[in-house]
């Protein structure tokens, strides 16, 4: 049965389209164009009260019922159960996965999201405290980043949800004003994840 997917090209939708696609899930994908307000409606708002992509409605859901699911970490692990991919069963091997996971959502997103705001403001006044701000947060995740990887091959040892979570705004790693070279474990990883022909499928999925 196909999941359908309310999605947009944005980091916090290609975390979802590379799931989707490692995952080897069916899915349909429906733009939502957050840019002309397509996010306010109410139909949507039905799916997703955050006003926010993504969203997904899996019509073969728990106890095969339909289900709707917003909040990309959520969206993930509800994947993660449902599939049994990316997600371990064992409660030892998945608290790294929700470590990471939530250390994406709480950080590494919201920071460098701040940058990419600050970044296209016009007014030199108005950018200099924001983007310092944020771009030394983003620096300071990267390298938090970048001492964990130099321990495990993926963020919680095995490949999983969390990766691609992270991934989905390393992708926009130059918006944000980081070169990647800086951070050499982080380069490694990313290359290594982009290798993944799941992966590559996941960031060229047409989701606008
Ligand atoms: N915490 C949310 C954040 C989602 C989010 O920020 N989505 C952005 C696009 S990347 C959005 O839909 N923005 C539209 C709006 O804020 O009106 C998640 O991880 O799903």
Redesign the pocket.
Known sequence: MTITFYA?G????R?VSVALEEMELPYTVVP?N?GN?E??QPAFLRISP??????IVDPQGPDGQPISV??????LLYLGEKTGKFLPASLRERVPVLEWLMWQ?GGF??MP?QVHHFAALEAEADRRYGLKRFSDETHRLYGVLDRRLAQTEFVAGELSVADFAILGWAWRHERHKVDLTTYPNVLRWYDTLFARPGVQRGFAAKLD
């Open positions: 947009w944005t980091p916090n939708g975390k939502v957050i307000g996010q306010f955050n006003n926010k992509i993504p969203a917003f909040e990309s970490g959520a969206i959502m997103g919201p999201g």
